[in-house]
């Protein structure tokens, strides 16, 4: 079972809207990554977080995501104005360290009509 | 740009037989090769990780590296249908990010 907690499961959504996601990564995992996996399951790095802080982003998610992870509070995942292209599972994982193992939760499957 | 390439895009093995996956890393500055597996439905679960020359056995898994050749295998002996996923090789070389390859999508047949 997954000890990552993402929220919602499902999202759908018209083109031009907010969607946003949460994630709860596993107890005690200071290092918290957004990946995006797409219907053909390919996976995109998007963003990772060492505590509240910043690692890495690629340059779409500075553009029209924006993600954060406060402290005592889920971490989220919004994407400001969502494209059909946008329509994929969003992972979350968090670890330990940023080269081991990292845990995923289940997902949110984002829909952009 | 790192890429991570896997072969084959399908597997099928009958019931107690032998799955091997291939992956190949684009760029030798890597730190780890990871596998993970990934059920319908759910997110994706590290079966095991590997950073040095040789084998590495988890039970029924069997992970093999070859530095020189960037090339990381992956076997799977007694396949039970339980094993019937999606597999994923992925590296880590910095930050801790995971660059995947597309898959193998393994069934193993009753």
């Known amino acids: 079972n997954s000890k990552v907690i993402q929220t919602p499961r499902y999202l759908v959504k018209g083109q031009g809207q907010k969607a946003k996601m949460r994630c709860i990564p596993e107890?005690?995992?200071?290092?918290v990554f957004w990946y995006q996996q797409n219907k053909n399951n390919e996976f995109k790095f998007l963003i990772n977080f060492q505590n509240q802080e910043v690692l890495q982003q690629i340059d779409m998610t500075e553009k029209r995501f924006s993600a954060e992870c406060p402290s005592n509070s889920p971490c989220s995942l919004e994407i400001q104005s969502s494209e059909a292209g946008d329509s994929a599972l969003y992972l979350c994982?968090?670890?330990?360290?940023?080269?081991?193992?990292?845990?995923f939760g289940p997902g949110t499957r984002l829909t952009v009509l | 740009q790192q890429k991570v390439q896997q072969s084959p895009e399908s597997l099928s093995v009958p019931e107690g037989g032998m799955a091997s996956l291939n992956c190949t890393s684009s760029?030798?500055?890597?730190?780890y090769f990871w596998w993970y597996r990934q059920h319908s439905g759910e997110g994706p679960k590290a079966l095991m990780s590997i950073f040095s020359d040789g084998d590495k056995k988890e039970g029924r898994f069997t992970a093999h590296l070859n530095k020189a050749s960037l090339h990381v295998s992956l076997h799977i002996r007694d396949s039970q249908p339980s094993d019937s996923a999606l597999y994923f090789c992925a590296v880590i070389y910095n930050q801790g990010k995971l660059i995947f390859g597309q898959g193998t999508k393994l069934s193993i047949k009753p």
């Open positions: 107890k005690g995992h200071p290092v």
């Open positions: 760029d030798r500055n890597f730190q």
């Open positions: 994982a968090s670890s330990l360290l940023g080269f081991a193992e990292q845990f």
